[in-house]
């Protein structure tokens, strides 16, 4: 009888390459290169909390948890001009929209969200949205107070 398994060795490190993965640096750096991507490419309309400018910027605040919960809504998310015409690689953009769910609408009730992956963002990107307000309208234009046009 032996103590020297091999085969509990493989184990062994094989766990501790799980720990090491999920714990970590790359979550947060990749968080930390979101978080700048947004400051750079969006922070300037958006304002550094999501919060926009009334009647010109939407509140992203309040309009992602309700954009990402209905149907359509996670490919208009990538498909505005904004984020679409953005100079972000997809997996970029993939990255800031996940940071900006996460982080911009603490708070607020999003349940189930799984984060886009780059290749749900090629797929998405490569379709032109023709006419933003009226997709976003039949999204969310019938709930009050998310329409970020001027009423006027
Ligand atoms: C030049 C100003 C501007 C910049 C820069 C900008 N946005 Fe926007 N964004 C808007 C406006 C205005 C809207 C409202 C819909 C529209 O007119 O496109 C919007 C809407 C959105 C929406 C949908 C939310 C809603 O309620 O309609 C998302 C998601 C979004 N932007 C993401 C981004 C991301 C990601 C970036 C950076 C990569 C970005 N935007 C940069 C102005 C901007």
Redo the contacts with the bound molecule.
């Keep these: 009888m032996t103590t020297h398994n091999p085969n509990q060795h493989a184990r062994l490190w094989s766990m501790l390459a799980f720990v090491f993965l999920f714990s970590s640096s790359p979550t947060s750096a990749g968080e930390a290169r979101a978080r700048a ?2 400051m750079v ?2 922070q ?3 304002v550094q909390d999501g919060s ?1 400018f009334p009647g ?5 605040r309040a ?2 948890p ?2 990402i919960s209905v149907e359509g809504g996670r490919a ?3 498909r ?4 679409s015409q ?1 100079a ?1 690689s997809d997996a970029g ?1 993939a990255g ?2 996940n940071w ?1 769910i996460t982080n911009l609408t603490e708070g607020e009730e999003i349940t189930g969200f799984t984060p886009y992956q780059p290749e749900e963002v090629t797929r998405y990107r490569a379709t032109r949205l023709d006419d ?2 009226a997709t ?1 309208d039949a999204l ?1 234009g019938h709930l009050e107070g ?1 329409d ?1 046009r001027t009423t006027e």
């Design positions: 991507d947004y490419h969006c300037g309309c958006h926009g010109k910027v939407p509140d992203l309009t992602l309700l954009l208009f998310l990538v505005v001009p904004g984020s953005s972000l953009l800031v929209l900006m933003v307000f976003r969310i998310t970020g």
